[in-house]
């Protein structure tokens, strides 16, 4: 997957739990895009509202933490967000990310360098670029990437077995 | 060199005679938990395969307990769902319980067994000397289906414990003050083993509370050697080990900490990051709105025995409610037995069904704007037990039950003495 692009930026903070990514009150709700528009609320209500497709979060350290619903995944994904770039991620959101398609990019330097709103450049599995600077980034291993850009690992599965 | 008791179970599913962390196996499961959090999620997704089976039966347990019973009409179609498909499928299924790993642990687990659950606090199962990790519904469905699945050998950390907790402090205690120590994500990906002459001493109960906490620092699993009290415990319950394993000598760790029991003192965890651990004295004083005694990590029988003894002859403060949630029915019924249901009656407590309850902020004691609760559960997220704008603080079931009758945040040691 050599791919580049150009997104704007929401900035989190570290140890963004999946309870902030999706409450358990809207878990209920019949469909992942019911679910969209309260993500991130006990943060920042007005966030999931605001992020047009392809956007990208940055983030501190320890994303996804808490948690192992895999609708925190999920509704990022339904919201448009093209990755999630954070300084770590905890291990179950990582697993589920991957299974769903969701593009993970570790970067710790990043968050400090970008201001909510700006613009960069994403060079998938080798940097990403900010007001002029590359971080170089790591790509992920090629089973993991095949799953993301397949959409999730069902999907892989399927294409894997001549289904899609 | 050796390996570990985390990368033993690992070898033994993966059929190999050694493994190193960062090595990627394929495995084979031994159990698969999964609970209403997400289970309707797998079986919307097991529909749409394209050949749909369940390799292995036997080794599915569903349990519902995070909305028991179900508070609308979208949970109860949740339910439906999950109980329908159990039925139809002949898996091994409860509801109205308890609490998924505490009804595993009464039931199931057994040393030695790699385990995925659908669940984070799955990493509980570590209590009785077995790998349990906690996965999302794609995980699982993948491995509901080949029985099967990968992981990482994860690098171990170790806990060498020494001493005895003092009276008065906690297992609960313990493991909120090493989250405090190593963070929120001190753990990540790493398996926590804990050892050392200082575990003896520790009971079964205190042993799931401290495994169970593991996943509050990152941890993938957290174990312990199944020793005499944990073979006992299995034995109690007519169940046999799959295989006991011991850390080798040479064994590498990615980190050893020593733990002095003796210098741990009860603690609480503040809004809204369970690593923001501080001695209980300092949040003394802090008016509550709410107390919580129940969850996986502390609604077993020995929780409830310390609430009640604090309880006896005394009331809850006015203006508070005491939600006391036992972990399992079985631990209810024990309760009745043993008369503490009475005593948390009297003392104006509310006693509900064993499940999840404001544990996970859902149907049960859900907390208002503003409002402030002294919970025995796992998380203080913000929002985690209602409103986004309330907060959670985590303490032990003494320092909760103090808590209660005083109307604040207060030790078992502040109460004043009963009137003969």
Not at chain 1, 27 to 55: N, V
Request: hydrophobic share 45%; charged share 20%.
């Amino acid at each position: 997957m050599k791919e580049t692009f150009t997104a704007r930026v929401w900035t989190l903070g570290d140890d963004i739990d999946t309870d902030i990514v999706i409450p358990t009150e809207y878990l209920a709700m019949k469909t992942i895009q019911d679910m969209a528009p309260y993500a991130f609320s006990p943060l920042r209500p007005e966030l999931a509202g605001q992020i047009r497709p392809g956007d990208v979060i940055v983030a501190g350290k320890n994303f996804g933490c808490g948690s192992s619903r895999e609708q925190a995944p999920e509704v990022i994904k339904a919201l448009g967000i093209r990755c999630v770039i954070a300084g770590s991620f905890a291990r179950i959101f990582f697993r589920n990310a991957i299974n769903n398609g969701l593009l993970l990019i570790e970067c710790p330097a990043l968050r400090e360098a970008v201001e909510e709103g700006e613009e960069i450049s994403v060079e998938v599995g080798s940097a990403i670029v900010c007001n002029g600077v590359r971080y170089p980034v790591a790509a992920l291993p090629d089973n993991l990437l095949e799953i993301v850009s397949a959409g999730g690992l069902v999907k892989a599965m399927r294409r894997r077995n001549g289904l899609e | 060199m050796g390996m570990t008791l985390a990368e033993k179970i690992i070898a033994s599913a993966a059929g190999v005679e050694l493994v190193r962390p960062g090595d990627i196996h394929t495995v084979e499961l031994d159990l698969l938990m999964s609970n209403d959090g997400t289970t309707h999620l797998t079986i919307d997704m097991y529909r749409k395969l394209a050949q749909p089976r369940i390799a292995d039966v036997s080794k599915l347990v569903w349990i519902v307990d995070h909305n028991m019973p179900c508070d609308s009409v979208k949970t109860a179609a949740s339910h439906k769902k999950m109980r329908d498909f159990a039925r139809e499928h002949g898996i091994t299924f409860y509801e109205g319980k308890g609490v998924c790993h505490q009804i595993m642990m009464e039931e199931h687990v057994r040393p030695g067994q790699l385990i995925f659950g659908a669940d984070s606090h799955t990493c509980a199962y570590g209590a009785l000397g077995a790998f349990g990790t906690g996965v999302g519904c794609t995980d699982y469905l993948y491995a509901m289906v080949t029985g099967k699945s990968w992981v990482l050998v994860p690098e171990s950390l170790r806990f060498d414990l020494k001493g005895r907790l003092r009276p008065g402090v906690t297992a609960r205690d313990l493991i909120l003050t090493i989250i405090g120590r190593i963070g929120a994500n001190g753990a990540n990906y790493k398996a926590m083993e804990f050892a050392g002459e200082g575990l003896k001493s520790l009971t079964m109960s205190d042993r799931i509370a401290i495994c169970n906490l593991c996943v509050e620092a990152g941890a993938k699993t957290a174990v312990m050697e199944a020793d005499e009290v944990a073979q006992a415990y299995l034995a109690q319950r007519g169940r046999t080990p799959k295989a006991i394993f011991h850390s080798d000598e040479d064994a590498v760790y990615a980190g050893v900490y020593e733990v002095d029991l003796d210098s741990i003192v009860p603690v609480v965890a503040k809004p809204h990051f369970v690593d923001q651990v501080v001695p209980a004295e300092e949040c003394r004083g802090i008016r509550i709105d709410e107390a919580f005694l129940g969850s996986c990590n502390n609604g077993r029988i020995e929780d409830l025995r310390a609430a009640a003894a604090i309880l006896r002859g005394r009331k809850v403060a006015e203006r508070v409610r005491f939600l006391v949630v036992p972990a399992s029915a079985q631990v209810f019924r024990q309760a009745m037995e043993e008369g503490l249901m009475k005593v948390f009656l009297e003392a104006g407590a509310i006693v509900m069904n064993a499940n999840c309850s404001v544990c996970w902020g859902s149907c049960q004691g859900v907390i208002g704007e503003g409002e402030t609760l002294i919970s025995t559960g796992t998380r203080n997220f913000k929002g985690r037990a209602g409103h986004p704008n309330s907060y959670v603080y985590l303490a032990s079931s003494e320092t909760v039950t103090a808590s209660a009758i005083l109307g604040h945040i207060a030790l078992a040691s502040d109460l004043p003495p009963m009137e003969e």
